[in-house]
């Protein structure tokens, strides 16, 4: 069949959940065996989120082709089990970079460059780019930002052109927000009503409505916004509030979202999508009743989307060890000696955040040798492996001064260090190891076990390595390097073997965490946790 294009906008607010809601789409038309994948469009001019800080955007998350990209990217892998790209992400600055570079070298041949055609061609370019390989039946492609952003307007008219080129192939969805004013008691349409009409004014018809809602919205409420907003009442879906987001594709299924899309782009719906393994995921989640208490040791905790990989990994990890997930957030810059006893003691297992720079990097240190001298279930992710590391040398290796070059670039043990080939390097985004990379396992490793095979290949942002000319100490100490990149020899995971789980992961395992294949690491230091706990009791 054509490649058949779906567009999810929104309107009155941000952060209402397209990505969800596009996620869940997904996730039912590949429930019912069609070829998905799903884009953001970004209307920011940074060139990808490497750069941004999460207090603004959340983490970043990273693509297995070493892509930096927005959060929603990691929803859209959770909720399809697909691998997303740097095709998958694309931001107003990547588009203008592109346009702009084709001007540099005469492609224009001397014309006037302009929003439209050139902008909004190069945008086309891009959404048309994964449909065009053949691979796949539906792109979805979710547009970042409201309408009437000014930022959006180049995105929005761009789909106004695809509408007309791709005819029938194509389906726009809108998200908007119905409030509740508790004053009245009453909800009302009129932001969904001019959310529409700004879309309208701007030249595009939405075919289905999507009503985020914390409140039940009555049938002639939902007649009433199909009159307006000239849309079929059947296309107008509630998605209220629900305990997790990974109910969302139920609730849109009961609607018939998928089979709404397939009608309207032309396809004929058969039969139901094949959601046994979903549904077996969320049994497990409605059914867990014992808790396990996980402490996440970060300087970005107020925000908690900041580790938003982590935790939904952690959620997918306790939900299959039959476990509901306690997650307490722990400011690493607000931890110390007088302190950690208290905030550390309650948790069963204990997550060291990654991160860049100094900041709350002290309170790590604490954190760590708090767990080790206590024998808790800890995982060190990234910079937490680095600090692993740092702790361990200070503390095992009587070396009180050891550092990473990044905290103290004159420290006498350099134990973290940068590689040599990235030393002349002065790009921010030049000095970053990012993607997936393999990694060889040590067979007798706690590791290897917890994967059940000796090479891996997991995801990788981080600029400072693990020091080689120190391995034979740290091996003769206790830590061992258990994972190697076979074809640089870095370290990419230590383990303390005679502790409880005390791993350090130079990788980010999260990222690779998906609700039908949790990571089996986070699986591991669960089952470690809740039997660390499980002692604690008795």
Known sequence: MET??????????SSLGKGIISSSLANLLKARGYRVTIQKFDPYINIDPGTLNPYEHGECYVTVDGHEADLDLGHYERFTDISTTRANNVTTGRIYQSVIDKERRGDYLGKTVQIVPHITDEIKRNVKALGNTGKFDFVITEIGGTVGDIESLPFIESVRQL???LGKNCVCIHLTYVPFIAAAKELKTKPTQHSVKQLQEVGIQPDILVLR???HIPQDMRKK???FCNV????VIQSIDVPSIYKVPLTMHEQHLDELVLRKAGVTPEGEPHMAPWLHFLEKMDAAQEVV???LVGKYVELQDAYKSINEALFQAATYNDRKLKLKFIHSEKLNQGNVDEMLSPMDGVIIAPGFGQRGIEGKFVALQWC???DVPTFGICLGMQCMVIEYARNVLGLPEANSTEMDPHTPDNVIDLMEEQKSVTDKGGTMRLGA??????PNSKVAKAYGKTTVKERHRHRFEFNDEYRERFEAAGMNCVGLNPETGLVEVVEVPEKRWFIGTQYHPEYSSTVLHPNPLFLDFIKAAIAYGEEKKH
């Open 4 to 13: 058949k294009y779906i567009f999810v906008t929104g309107g009155v607010v």
């Open 163 to 165: 509408r007309w080129e």
């Open 213 to 215: 809602t914390e409140h």
């Open 225 to 227: 916004i199909a009159l």
């Open 232 to 235: 079929s009442p059947d296309a």
């Open 293 to 295: 208490t996980i402490g």
């Open 372 to 374: 080790r001298e206590h």
């Open 437 to 442: 990379y393999e990694c060889r396992l040590d």
